[in-house]
């Protein structure tokens, strides 16, 4: 089992939910659909030695992650973002290798914390 204490942080995503109400779930929800796509379009570009790529689709990942409290993934989407913004795409490469773990355990903790729908 994957440890996932510090991937997210709640307090935001409870500030979100007092002033969204039910319409976090909704942004939650299409946020959880598309992660999977998300990190795959990271390690895809990363993979095939696109810096450009790479750097765009982190730096989506990582707004996006940041907007909802999921504070790992957006710290390791911030640090492949300028991995790949200075062409360092081995180290890049290297640091994407948890990418998808921490989007699993993000993910997990946004769900059993009743901030999604499903």
Not at 71 to 79: D, F, I, N, Q, R
């Amino acid at each position: 089992m994957i440890e996932t204490k510090g991937y997210v942080d709640t307090a935001a995503l409870d500030e979100l939910k007092e002033a969204l109400g039910e319409d976090l779930a909704e942004i939650v929800d299409q946020f959880l659909l598309q992660l999977d796509g998300m990190v795959r379009a990271v390690e895809a570009a990363l993979e095939a030695d696109n810096p450009s790529n790479a750097a765009a689709h982190a730096h989506a990942l990582k707004g996006t992650a940041a907007n909802l409290g999921a504070t790992a993934l957006a710290g390791v989407s911030a640090e492949i973002e300028h991995l790949a913004k200075i062409g360092d795409m081995e180290s890049g490469r290297q640091r994407c290798a948890s990418l998808s773990v921490i989007a699993t355990a993000s993910a997990r903790v946004i769900r059993e914390g009743g901030y999604s729908s499903y």
